[in-house]
C-alpha cells in the first residue's frame, strides 16, 4: 500500500516467538539481540520483572511477558532483546527471533480474546502474513505497565525514571 505522498506504508518489525506464538514488535525501537543471556535474579519481583541484566548501560531491567514461574525460564534457550522506548532501555526474554516481518499497520486485526498467550492490553492487534498469525506488541504500553507496576531507579542519579 501506499500512502497519500506515494510513500510505502509498510513498517519492518522483529518477528519473535514467545512460547508457541509469533509476535512482532517495531524494529525501530530494538537496540540488540543476545543470545543465551545471563541473568541476575531480583528479590520480590513483580509478575513481568524476572531480573536484571548487567552490560555497559548498566541494569537493565528484563521482562517475561509469558509470566512464566522463573523455574520454568530456560535461559539457554532464549534471547534478549533489548529494546528502548521512551527513553527506557530493558530488556524483553523471548523464546526465539524469528525474521523480520513488514506489514501496513492498516493491516491490524483486532485480537481474538484469549488468542495470544500474554496480557492482551500488551498486544495492540493481529496480522495475518502467508497464513501466519503476528500479534504485534505494543511496548509503549509495556513500559507504561513496567513503570506503573516497578519503581526504576536511574543508575547514575537515583532519581526515579518517569514516563513523559
Request: overall charge negative; charged content about 25%.
Amino acid at each position: 500500500m501506499r500512502d497519500s505522498v506515494g510513500q510505502n506504508s509498510y513498517h519492518k518489525h522483529a518477528a519473535i516467538r514467545l512460547g508457541d506464538r509469533k509476535f512482532a514488535c517495531d524494529l525501530m525501537l530494538v537496540q540488540e539481540v543476545i543470545p543465551e543471556p545471563r541473568l541476575d535474579p531480583c528479590l520480590d519481583c513483580s509478575q513481568l520483572l524476572v531480573g536484571m541484566f548487567e552490560d555497559t548501560r548498566g541494569s537493565l531491567p528484563v521482562l517475561d511477558l509469558m509470566n512464566r514461574p522463573p523455574d520454568e525460564c530456560q535461559l539457554c534457550d532464549m534471547a534478549l532483546v533489548v529494546v528502548e522506548v521512551a527513553g527506557q532501555v530493558l530488556g524483553i526474554l523471548v523464546d526465539q527471533v524469528l525474521d523480520i516481518v513488514e506489514f501496513d499497520p492498516a493491516d491490524l486485526l483486532p485480537i481474538p480474546g484469549g488468542a495470544c498467550g500474554v496480557d492482551e492490553h500488551h498486544v495492540s492487534g493481529v496480522v495475518v502474513i502467508t497464513d501466519t498469525d503476528y500479534y504485534l506488541l505494543d511496548l509503549h504500553r509495556i513500559v507504561d505497565t513496567y513503570l506503573g507496576s516497578e519503581s526504576v531507579t536511574g543508575a547514575e542519579t537515583g532519581e526515579e525514571i518517569s514516563e513523559k
